[in-house]
């Protein structure tokens, strides 16, 4: 653990510097903007918003900044409707937003279109759904457009869909999406139309997914492109049944592209529920696949992280900066290498996991990306595992 550190530490001069802005709505000592768009506008790439407790209008950007709530903070959407605008944002720069919920009775609404840089978002939440039922027909919550490497970590959201994802490389790791209000649920979850989208360890919950005229609909839709499930049995998707139980959805409906499914991951658990996949002209891939986690990176304090892989397989875990995703024989790598160290290695566990922490220097400033990806044997060869990236906070 201590060489660990030590090299986290070597890796600080390689960080872009920051500068750090106080945005806090009641302007309390030290404030620099009491509202988050004129602190954005006056950002430069790579330096940090803290934010304190409030309520906050939406923002849009193109520049990668860090924007970080150190206390109870909502976000208005009321950019165009959207909490969160990230465009055009250049390869190269990382744009981070965490902590944030949405505004009541709203999902989370955000645009993040044609970015070449790393764009993540963790911890983003609607804790609460809009108490209008679920016929209630929603536009999409999160919309991922021609993006090269997105990440939602711990999101919670719900809309038609609670993520769309288009022609782009997404990554969602221990989100839940569709009933986020047992006593007020909402449906649809996850729409994939094209590139790649990795969901590891998530709970999409689409119980109350219907259209309209109370068609119950399936959790999750895939297009075109690559979608992967991984996951643990604590990860599940359930198609919709509640609006018309005689009718239930499938938990997946692919017309097109390549399905990678995990076994473990459970399809429409629910009672009563008979079919889980609707495929129709889409690869089926069924095997269980490696994933990372990663889990509490605090500033100062220790970064935790989990492989998932099966009982007793050969694994190693490694924590560094992330990159711009790049295709080998093994895999898709997403860290960079010469910014990169081991943390972990030898064989799972009898809970298939192999689980590593690591000190985080002080120095490294909240708001920065970190990645975590792994190599795991499940039988097949040696292969990389889907990436985790988070946010120190």
């Not at 860090?66 to 605008?85: D, Q, R, S």
């Not at 997914?209 to 990860?235: C, E, F, K, M, W």
Request: proline share 8%; with cysteine; charged share 10%.
């Amino acid at each position: 653990m201590f060489r660990a550190s030590l090299a986290l530490s070597l890796l600080l001069p390689t960080l872009a510097a920051q500068r750090t802005w106080i945005v806090d709505a009641l302007s309390g000592p030290g404030t620099h903007f009491t509202d988050l768009p004129p602190a954005v506008a006056a950002a430069a790439p790579g330096d940090l918003l803290l934010v304190r407790t409030g309520s906050y209008n939406g923002f849009s950007t193109s520049i990668g900044i860090h924007v970080v709530a150190i206390g109870a903070c909502t976000i208005a959407p009321t950019v165009l409707g959207k909490n969160v605008v990230v465009t055009n944002l250049p390869a190269g720069q990382t744009f981070t937003l965490h902590g944030f919920d949405g505004w009541r009775r709203f999902p989370f609404f955000a645009d993040l279109v044609g970015n070449q840089g790393l764009v993540v978002l963790s911890q983003v939440r609607t804790l609460e759904t809009c108490g209008c039922g679920p016929l209630h027909q929603n536009p999409p919550g999160i919309v991922v457009t021609d993006c090269a490497q997105v990440v939602l970590d711990g999101v919670v959201n719900y809309a038609q869909p609670a993520v769309l994802s288009t022609r782009s490389r997404t990554l969602l790791t221990r989100c839940l999406l569709g009933s986020v209000t047992p006593t007020d649920p909402m449906g649809d979850c996850l729409y994939v139309d094209g590139g790649e989208v990795d969901v590891v360890e998530s709970v999409l919950d689409g119980n109350s997914g219907s259209d309209v005229n109370g068609v119950p609909q399936p959790a999750v839709r895939l297009l075109g492109g690559t979608l992967r499930v991984r996951g643990t049995t604590g990860a599940l998707i359930q198609g919709g049944f509640v609006v018309n139980p005689s009718f239930p959805a499938p938990a997946i409906r692919a017309t097109g592209g390549t399905l990678v499914l995990d076994p473990d991951v459970a399809l429409n658990p629910s009672m009563g529920q008979t079919v889980a996949l609707d495929l129709l002209g889409t690869q089926l891939i069924l095997r269980q696949q490696a994933a990372a986690l990663v889990r509490s990176p605090t500033a100062g304090g220790v970064l935790a992280a989990d492989l998932i892989a099966q009982p007793g397989a050969p694994c190693a875990l490694l924590v560094g900066l992330p990159r711009p995703p790049l295709a080998t024989s093994l895999g898709t790598l997403e860290l960079d290498l010469t910014a990169t160290l081991p943390v972990a290695a030898g064989s799972a566990g009898a809970n298939a996991m192999l689980s590593a922490s690591v000190p985080l220097p002080p120095a490294l400033g909240l708001g920065q990306a970190l990645a975590f990806q792994g190599v795991a044997d499940l039988g097949a060869g040696i292969e990389l595992t889907s990436a985790a990236i988070a946010t120190v906070r």
